[in-house]
């Protein structure tokens, strides 16, 4: 990690006044009290107190203390890769925490299959219901009071059971679109992390030809530049300290021939 000149110098000068603002801060304690200077010394936020007790003694060094703190974190907070390393080490347990794409998913998948079976078994039941209701319709008499406040009660009940399942059937249609949404994106990520191949060659070379051969069997798409016609593909093949065709790059990694356990490993 290099971090520039002017950071450092930051930092340095920083902890320069933060260390000579501690001393003074100590010299001042020591001279109130040898308790006072240990409690500073030794004792959690100690120099805090003394400096709220003891003001006047203590201010020279308590604010020099805190500026060089100050300065110093200030250069190591402008360095890009102590921001990184600050706010991931702020928030590990939310990215812990969040399922992995693969993982909701699955979850999705098991959710519907248990839905559908369920909603299956409840269909096959309430079928079998139905018919029970119409022969009991069938069989009842107008004047059997008893019989048909039983048909009632039954038929109530199933117009409840028969609700409940259109609401299962709209949970399945719910569930099934978040699922598509959840494989739509995937398969968008999987497509954007795709590492892009890039292959310069020849026309006359055998290597290249296999090459090219390889990717297409493995449905890996991939930009050809042709070094003997492209003059800027040769330019390019040249800063890339090409010595032979083909040479080939794949994301950040470069490989000079063809060798297929090798490109498939890049892949």
């Known amino acids: 990690m290099n971090f520039p000149l002017i950071n450092i110098i930051a930092i340095g000068a920083g902890a320069i006044i933060a260390t000579v603002g501690t001393l003074l ?41 805190i500026i060089g ?33 693969n993982t909701q998913i699955q979850q999705h998948r098991q959710q519907l299959e248990t839905l ?4 299956a078994q ?14 009991q319709r069938k069989a009842l008499k107008p004047t059997d009071t008893e019989a048909i406040a039983k048909f009632n009660v039954a038929a109530a009940a199933y117009q ?20 598509a949404a959840l494989l739509e994106t995937r398969a968008r990520n999987e497509v954007a992390n795709q590492k892009k191949v890039v292959m310069y060659t020849t026309s006359h070379c055998p290597a290249c030809k296999a090459a090219k051969q390889f990717l297409a069997q ?41 060798n297929a356990q090798a490109l498939e490993a890049a892949l």
């Open 116 to 119: 559908q079976a369920a909603f």
């Open 218 to 258: 493995k449905g890996v798409p991939y930009e050809e530049i042709d070094v003997e016609t492209s003059r800027d593909g040769a330019q390019a093949f040249q800063k890339l300290g090409g010595r032979g065709v083909p040479l080939i790059l794949v994301g950040d990694k470069k490989m000079e021939g063809f």
């Open 69 to 101: 703190a100050a300065i110093c974190l200030g250069g190591a907070y402008t360095i890009p890769e102590f921001q990184a390393h600050f706010w991931k080490a702020l928030t590990p347990a939310t990215t812990a925490s969040a399922p992995d794409m």
């Open 122 to 135: 409840d269909g096959a039941e309430l079928t079998k219901e139905y018919q029970a209701l119409e022969a």
């Open 25 to 65: 801060l100590l010299i001042a304690a020591f001279r109130q009290s040898i308790l006072w200077g240990l409690a500073v010394l030794f004792a959690p936020l100690g120099n805090v107190v003394f400096a709220c007790r003891h003001w006047t003694e203590a201010r020279t060094g308590f604010m020099a203390s």
């Open 160 to 179: 409840a059971r028969n609700a409940k399942r259109k609401q299962m059937q709209q949970e399945i249609d719910t569930v099934q679109r978040e699922l």
